[in-house]
């Protein structure tokens, strides 16, 4: 008898665990201070002291650690700035604000102690400020997107020291000064893709980016200037790239493409010479605009190139043959 008590016990104490919460009180009480910092928006209403945080709307835990490992708001009506809780959530890898237009004020440093982020996305908000250089610390990050803000300043050339990443938005700002050369020297198996558009940056493009295989590049809409010749070859990796309305003033006669090319925008330059012989090649080319340059010459016959419209060739200097009008 005495034993089967000693088991009960046992039996009930040992079960204990499975009744109670998976969520990490640390946690819970970070979200909470979130939610609070945030006005308690409806949004977060399921966020509910004592409940299961882990099935809170917004987050998500690790199963083996517990711990929240995912924070992504969405689209919600939030107003305020980012709470610099969210710098006390330590086992996070993805962090989410997207499509809050009320969501104001910088991006809080707070973030910085957050070394296991994989993904960023602080985009379709109000941030303004600069673009933090800690992100360079952030070894894990393969993927940054600070997209459609009204961030200021330079882009902090520290980013080419993240090893692993793969793709870095930051279209859509204010961002002023040049492009680091910096970017020529990214060191992971492959270079990021650069979305750096609507952006207000000026200068030439470092030739150190000519060194690297870069698959996607769209630097449109800035005032950048000069020649990239050095972009282009039968030896890159270039798949897509977005070079429209910016100041670039180059022969592009010469150039050479590699086969993998399926988007080529590079209308609203200053660019010179003639269509290059080596576009006919292109078996991949899906889209094409030279449209508003000062080309002249005889389009070349053969390849994708007759497919495309008048309107993506006209407006130059003295172009002429299909689909333009005959020399
Ligand atoms: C943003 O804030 C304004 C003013 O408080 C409010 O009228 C609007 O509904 C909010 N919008 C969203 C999407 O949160
Ligand atoms: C957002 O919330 C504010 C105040 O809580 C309210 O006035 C506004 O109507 C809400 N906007 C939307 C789009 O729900
Ligand atoms: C946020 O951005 C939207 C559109 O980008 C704009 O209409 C709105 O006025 C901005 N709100 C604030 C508070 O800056
Ligand atoms: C770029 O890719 C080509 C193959 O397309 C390869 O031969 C070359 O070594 C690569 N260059 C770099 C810097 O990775
Ligand atoms: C392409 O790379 C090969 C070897 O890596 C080199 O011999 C050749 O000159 C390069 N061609 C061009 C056009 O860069
Ligand atoms: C090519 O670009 C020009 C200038 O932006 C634009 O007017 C034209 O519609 C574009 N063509 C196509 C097919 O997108």
């Known amino acids: 008898m005495k034993l089967f008590v000693i088991f009960l016990f046992y039996f009930f104490s040992l079960s204990l665990p499975s009744y109670s919460k ?28 004592d409940t299961e945080c882990c099935n809170w709307y917004c987050v998500d835990c690790d199963p083996s650690t517990n ?13 305020g700035q980012i709470p610099a809780e969210v ?6 890898e993805i962090l989410i604000f997207r499509h809050l237009t009320n969501v104001t004020g910088e991006i809080p440093s707070a973030i910085a102690k957050l070394s296991n982020l994989r993904m960023v996305r602080l985009s379709w ?18 993927y940054l997107d600070l997209s459609f803000n009204q961030l200021s300043g330079s882009i902090p050339p520290s980013l080419s020291l993240l090893p ?14 040049t492009i680091p050369e910096s970017f020529g020297a990214f060191t992971g ?20 980016l000519g060194s690297l295989n870069f698959s996607r590049i769209d630097f449109s809409r800035n005032t950048l200037e000069g020649d990239i010749s050095f972009l282009f070859g039968r030896n890159k990796t270039l798949e897509d790239a977005d070079f429209s309305r910016i100041l670039f003033e180059f022969d592009i006669s010469k150039l050479e493409f590699p086969e993998s090319l399926d988007t080529l925008d590079l209308n609203h330059n200053r660019l010179k010479g003639s269509v290059p012989e080596a576009l006919t090649a292109l078996e991949n080319l899906q889209q094409f605009n030279i449209s508003y340059n000062r080309l002249c010459g005889q389009i070349p016959v053969g390849g994708k190139l007759q497919s495309f419209t008048y309107t993506e ?3 130059n200097r003295c172009l002429c043959g299909s689909p333009l009008p005959a020399c």
């Open 22 to 49: 998976r969520c990490n009180l640390k946690d819970e009480k970070v979200l909470l201070k979130i939610k609070l910092a945030l006005n308690n928006p409806y949004h977060l209403a399921s966020w509910i002291p």
């Open 67 to 79: 711990r929240i490992n995912a924070l992504t708001i969405f689209q919600g009506n939030i107003s």
């Open 87 to 92: 710098g006390d959530l330590p086992f996070l």
């Open 125 to 142: 908000t109000n941030l303004t400020g600069p673009v933090p250089s800690f992100f360079s610390q952030l070894k894990a990050l393969t």
């Open 164 to 177: 692993n990443l793969a793709a870095l938005h930051m279209d859509r700002n204010r961002l002023t000064g």
């Open 189 to 208: 198996s492959s270079p990021p893709d650069l979305f750096l558009s609507h952006n207000q940056l000026t200068g030439s493009v470092p030739k150190s």
């Open 313 to 315: 060739y006209f407006h």
